[in-house]
């Protein structure tokens, strides 16, 4: 059954991420050889759990241009290996140090520091890979587009941009503003959630406006996602989300929720996952799962 | 003047590293945004010093089929911010834990290991962006292929793959056969040489027996070059490499030299950059500056 016969989110999220960890494991090394440590760890890291959202963004979108399955799912896979990579490299003990995450210990816990550098560094790579293969898209123009915003989604201007200001604003004590911290999580989650989104409209050679609002949708439900996340860190159950909360104001850093208030926070996030269904409306009933992703991102308790 | 107008090795390795060394100066981010210490931080530790044979093996392979500077000299570019990426995480403290790279400061050292960390990953993703770019080649496909060719050179079968083998020979003790050291030595180090001495071909279109020649003599080639490392890490001048000496017997790591003796690794290493170079003989004269760095190689003190 494909992404486009489910009506309602929660089981099409479900069949999103059932059918991305099956692709994800199809892709990932396995063998016996000497250095299976690593393939090891790839896979603890990126297999066994997520919620798989930045796949479901990928899948969404790709049904509504009649992408196949295997282009939407290879995609789908390379931006879960980036994030899984990301998690590998912010849990370690030189950046958030974190011993927990999706409820087992995280990658240096289970394999040391050594392994997990390696192993995100490896998964970055796979990820280009499986991009550049031609299973992913019949025209060679496209698998280089999606390199190239997978590359700037996850590079110095975007992702690991984002990490290196979160980590200054740690440090560096200052308070930042509102304006500072909406950079801040553009560029460190916004960036590769964008890329999620717009990516089924690549593969799927959409005409400019619809690529558009996918873009404008992905602007503001990145924002609301991360308003949430700052709120579940405050209000979330650890178990439930499976990592430690309460790590923002241990660290003393500023927060859209240390400067909004909760309340206030809330309705922020609620605003922006509304206007972000709205950027939808061209796309017609075939947008609706992603309009439904909306509702969810701000409702999710984990 | 172009590469190809050089006769002599030593100047055309040099104008490859300053031409080079001009370009990823002109690709690498620079700004003033709250980030800039990590665009700073990929700028120290991949500009400013290396030998680069990766970049030179590029461009002389790139004269042989009348690719164009520009092409060349992004490809080289992206395999030096690989290159430069791997050595910024081999030298954190979880890794090799090396204080010295180029003479100067390793990058934690320099810039502290959380940015060290995100430096090399931003310079990884640099690489694929590069290659991405139209300006790299006119043909998507030449540059899916490139992309294709680096993510497996620099992964979990090629070079990252090597590191973790070489991390593990260090940390298991137990004595690594030749047979051993060389599969480590191929991935961790040959992975990348060897791409480097195709993607000339690669960008040129080259036929197959072409490619097939410089992809014989990139493995000949990076075995001799890292059996040279060896001998260089037992008999070599700390100051001339920029790096400290001795670390593989103090590791008790076993090594070419370790197994061989001195005398019959440099004997091997001399063979095989002789065998290098008669792999060139299809490619007649033009191939002379490649035969020539097969036997620097050898030669050299640092």
Redesign the interface.
């Known amino acids: 059954m494909p992404l486009s016969s489910y009506r309602a989110f929660e089981p099409a999220l479900a069949f999103a991420a059932e059918s991305t960890e099956k692709a994800m494991d199809r892709l990932l ?1 396995r063998g016996e ?3 299976a ?3 090891d760890a ?1 896979r603890y890291s990126s297999l066994g759990g997520g919620k798989r959202l930045r796949a479901f963004f990928v899948l969404a979108g790709a049904t509504l241009f009649k992408v196949g399955a295997m282009p939407a799912l290879r995609t789908a896979s390379a931006i879960e290996f980036v994030h899984a ?1 990301s998690l590998i ?1 912010d849990d ?1 003990p ?2 958030d140090d974190d011993d927990l995450r999706r409820g087992k210990p995280s990658c240096h816990r289970q394999f ?4 997990a ?2 192993a ?3 998964l ?3 990820a ?2 499986v ?4 299973a992913t898209h019949g ?3 496209v ?3 999606l ?2 915003e ?3 989604a ?5 992702m ?6 979160d ?2 604003a740690e440090t560096q004590g200052a308070p930042m503003s509102i304006g ?1 911290i909406t950079r801040l999580q553009r ?1 460190k989650t916004g960036a590769l959630i964008s890329f999620s989104c717009t990516a089924g409209a690549i593969l799927g050679k959409a005409a400019e406006p619809m690529r558009t609002a996918l873009a404008a949708y992905a602007h503001d439900l990145g924002l609301a996602f991360q308003i949430v996340d700052d709120l579940l860190d405050v209000e979330g159950d650890a178990a439930a989300l499976g990592k430690a909360t309460n790590k923002d104001a241990a660290a003393g850093k500023a927060t859209f929720v240390s400067i909004l208030g909760i309340e206030r926070a809330r309705a922020q996030a609620s605003l922006l996952a509304q206007q972000a269904a709205t950027h939808l409306e061209p796309l017609g009933p075939a947008a609706d799962l992603l309009k439904q992703a909306a509702k969810f991102v701000v409702k999710r308790r984990a």
């Open positions: 090394p050889e000497g250095e440590r690593l393939f790839m990579y490299h370690l030189a950046m040391g520091e050594a392994t550098i390696l995100g560094d490896a970055q790579a796979l280009f890979e991009l550049a293969h031609e025209d060679p123009a698998r280089t587009t390199v190239t997978l590359a700037r996850a590079g110095a201007h975007g690991v941009g984002g990490q290196m200001l980590l200054l500072a560029l």
